[in-house]
Structure formats: structure tokens, C-alpha cells
């Protein structure tokens, strides 16, 4: 995007092209264009419609304020969702932080989110763009905070009660997964994580990448893991933590409430089949559900958790065993069609298969719905016939 064209945008010209561009907004494309050309040069009529495709875009992510904000599309795509970012502000309030410095703030997400919660906010970013539409937002949702254009690695981050920072994890090739082609690079991290300060990461990182007391956070959303959190200093509690946000609320589970495979170990089959969400298995914690609902492993190696009493946790997805069915495909789609199944759920972990592809091949037929979980049990493949609770 063009920072010329965006600051122009903001003046009380662009403010009312943008109106214009936002009701005219899903008419024919052409028509629209002609319509704001009349209106403006070509390139500020671009930066307009390009915000009001990526305001659409972010209302999923952002809720509500979104239609109200401003964004690049590689900004949107960096920006933590609302929620998550909510439940971050409130955990560093929880410590009684009072002011913050956000160490590649891009398009202001997390900004936004520190600000509402009360806490002095600072951004900084390389890239003046980013630094301009932070503060755009910042103003846009009557929010204090100030925003500038600053290298992350040079700041002296020490007159702030906790510092963020998000990474970038692209390269000119496209999303990175190794550390070193982060910006700021890993070395940077470590040296912030050695203070009180809180870094979001992808969800794979790897476990053994994590420093020694600090804290791995991983939250998901409505069953999405989004991501996983780096918390250092006095904000580090725990060694693990899964932070499930859904309809109920947020509810927490830490390496303190897993007893360890040893003690929960793999068990038969019973009547209720539990599947932990994504960001409990990230964590390393499927045996702490599986203490929590008085059940045991379907396999050492498979993220399924059976027990014979049934319990709604936030941790995971339950169901009822109603049968196993024979794994192999012949078999399986006889025993399906014998059972009137025309529309089918496949769930799988641990084995070979891609749902999309064998209910194609199954080709079933019939009235009823069924849910099956491919997976494997003590080591064998098998097919379960669920009902989910």
C-alpha cells in the first residue's frame, strides 16, 4: 500500500470516498470504480476499495471495530484475532501492568487490545506503512497510544513494565517455520525473554526450542488453535498451558494438572470417546484431560482419550462409542450402507487416511447420519461409530 495514498485517505476527502466506497460495496465491480473516479485519482480510489475488501475480510477476526479500522492485507493476515488478543491484555492486567512497548506492532491488533484494557500502550514498527494504519486504528477507536517507526532490536525497552513482540514469520519465498529467518530473528527473542515479556509464536513450535522457565502458551478459538505465547519473567507460571476460548467463556489447563502417561497409561475402549482440542495436544497435555475424566489413551501415541463416564469439559470433544466397525474399506462401507448411512463425519488422528477422499470412495446412500473416528487402538487400526454428546 501506498503511504501517500493512505495518509490521504484520512483527510476529510478520503474519509468521504471511503463512505462512498463502502456503500456502493458488493455492486458491479467496473460500475463502482467509474462511480469513485469521479470522485478521485486513480490511486486513491485503489487504496479505498482495497480497505473496504480488507475491512470485510477482518470482521471474522476483529468483530465489529473492524468496520472501523484500516489494514494491509500481509497486516490482517499477521493480526492476532480480537479475542486471543483480549485474553493476553487481561492476563497482563492480572499482573498489574501499567505500561507496555510492542516491539513490531504491525497494523496495531495488539495494540488496540492493551489499550482498551487500560494499560499505556507503545508500538513500534521497521515499516512506516504499518506504523501510520496503527495509528490510524489507534484514533479511529478513540484509543490513547503512541506509535512510531523504530528498529525492534534497538530499543531500549527497559522503562516498560512488559514487552511484546510478534515476529514476522515471512520471507520473500512465503511463511517461514524456522526461527533464524524470523523478524526479529530468534537470538532477539531469547534475549527478550530474559526480562518480563510476552512473545507470540507459531503454534508448532517445538517444545524443546521453549527456555527454561519460561512459560508456552497455546490458545485456540472456537476449536482453531491460533497460536502459542512465550511469557517470561514474573508473567511465567507454569511450564505448559492450553487456553480454550469458546461460547462459555475461556477456561485454562497447565502442566500442573497432568499426573503424566505413566500414570493416566492406555486403556480398552469404553463407552465414551473424548477428543482434545488442538491447542491441548499442542501443549503436550492430552493425558491431563484424560486424568480429568477418569479415563485413560486409546494409544501411547494417539491424542484420543476413552473413559466409561461421561463429563463436559472445555478441554475436549465428547462422544458416545456406539460400535466398532470393521477398518477396512470394503467392509466398512458395507457395514455403513447395512446401516442406512447416506451423510458421514469422518474424524481421524494417526492414520493414513484423508476423510474427503474415502467418503467419496464409500459413495454411501441412505437416510440417516453417522459420525465414525478412524484412528488407531493400542497400535491397530480401527473404526468407531460415535455419537457426539
Not at 471474522?60 to 480480537?82: H, I, N, V, W
Not at 510478534?166 to 531469547?190: H, I, K, M, N, S
Request: net charge negative; proline share 5%; with cysteine.
Amino acid at each position: 500500500m501506498d503511504l501517500d495514498a493512505f495518509r490521504w485517505l484520512l483527510t476529510d476527502d478520503g474519509q468521504t470516498l471511503l463512505a462512498t466506497a463502502t456503500g456502493l460495496a458488493g455492486g458491479d465491480e467496473l460500475a463502482v470504480q467509474a462511480a469513485l473516479r469521479r470522485q478521485a485519482a486513480p490511486e486513491h480510489v485503489a487504496a479505498a476499495l482495497t480497505q473496504v475488501g480488507l475491512r470485510r475480510r477482518a470482521e471474522p477476526k476483529l468483530g465489529p471495530s473492524a468496520a472501523r479500522m484500516y489494514f494491509t492485507p500481509d497486516g490482517l493476515e499477521q493480526a492476532t484475532r480480537l479475542t486471543v488478543a483480549r485474553h493476553r491484555a487481561g492476563r497482563l492486567t492480572a499482573f498489574g501492568t501499567r505500561t507496555y512497548i510492542d516491539l513490531g506492532c504491525g497494523i496495531g491488533g495488539d495494540l488496540v487490545a492493551a489499550a482498551e484494557a487500560g494499560i499505556t500502550c507503545v508500538g513500534i514498527d521497521l515499516d512506516p506503512v504499518r506504523v501510520a494504519v496503527a495509528e490510524a486504528n489507534l484514533a479511529a477507536l478513540g484509543l490513547p497510544g503512541a506509535v512510531s517507526v523504530a528498529d525492534a532490536t534497538r530499543v531500549d525497552t527497559s522503562p516498560f513494565d512488559v514487552a511484546f513482540a510478534d515476529p514476522a514469520r515471512r520471507t520473500g519465498a512465503g511463511r517461514t517455520f524456522r526461527v533464524e529467518d524470523w523478524t526479529p530473528p530468534w537470538t532477539f527473542v531469547e534475549t527478550l525473554l530474559a526480562r518480563d515479556a510476552c512473545v507470540k509464536v507459531a503454534p508448532g513450535i517445538p517444545h524443546a526450542l521453549v527456555p527454561d522457565g519460561v512459560e508456552a502458551e497455546w490458545v485456540s478459538d472456537h476449536g482453531d488453535v491460533k497460536e502459542a505465547a512465550l511469557w517470561s519473567g514474573r508473567l511465567a507460571t507454569v511450564a505448559r498451558r492450553a487456553t480454550v476460548i469458546g461460547d462459555g467463556g475461556l477456561a485454562t489447563i497447565t502442566d500442573e494438572d497432568d499426573p503424566g502417561a505413566a500414570s493416566v497409561g492406555v486403556r480398552a475402549v469404553g463407552e465414551f470417546l473424548y477428543e482434545p482440542d488442538g491447542a491441548v495436544v499442542r501443549a503436550g497435555l492430552v493425558t491431563a484431560v484424560a486424568a480429568g475424566v477418569d479415563g485413560g489413551l486409546v494409544d501411547e501415541h494417539i491424542a484420543y482419550v476413552t473413559s466409561d463416564s461421561s463429563f463436559r469439559t472445555p478441554f475436549a470433544r465428547g462422544y458416545r462409542v456406539l460400535e466398532e466397525l470393521p477398518y477396512r474399506e470394503k467392509q466398512l462401507r458395507a457395514a455403513l450402507r447395512e446401516r442406512g448411512v447416506g451423510r458421514l463425519t469422518i474424524k481421524k488422528r494417526g492414520v493414513d487416511v484423508v476423510p474427503e477422499q474415502l467418503r467419496k470412495r464409500l459413495a454411501l446412500e441412505g437416510d440417516n447420519e453417522a459420525t465414525i473416528v478412524m484412528t488407531r487402538v493400542d497400535g491397530n487400526g480401527t473404526a468407531l461409530l460415535v455419537q457426539p454428546l
